[in-house]
């Protein structure tokens, strides 16, 4: 069975609904970004193989890839996607890497 990327969105809206609560804020909030990136990217992604043709390989610079094939489109709701997908990606990175992420993740509730 095929699986359905944005099923990742619904599980990042899940971790910050919990998150409210949870004594493990920091690792949900963490969760639902690296989700939601992963739903955003993938979906982008597969949209470019199925319905423009486009391959990518499996390696780490097939993220930016994806984002650069959408920001230089001339569709302008194509470049708005690779703008989201590379500010979602550098978010994602925070969330994976960073030690103290959680005020930055505090300001992004917020919005």
């Known amino acids: 069975m095929k699986f359905i990327w944005l099923q990742f969105l619904l599980v990042a809206k899940t971790f910050v609904r919990q998150a409210a609560t949870s004594r493990y804020q920091d ?3 963490r969760s639902a970004i690296s989700r939601a990136y992963y739903a955003a990217f993938v979906s982008a992604r597969n949209f470019l193989r199925d319905k423009e ?5 499996s390696s780490p610079d097939t ?3 994806v984002a650069n094939h959408f920001r ?4 302008k709701n194509h470049r708005q996607i690779g703008i989201m997908l590379y500010n979602l990606r550098i978010l994602r990175n925070k969330a ?7 005020g930055l993740v505090r300001l992004l509730m917020m919005r």
């Open 27 to 29: 690792a949900l909030l």
């Open 53 to 57: 043709g486009v391959i990518f390989s």
């Open 63 to 65: 993220h930016q890839q």
């Open 72 to 75: 230089n489109s001339p569709v």
């Open 96 to 102: 994976d890497y960073s030690d103290d992420f959680l």
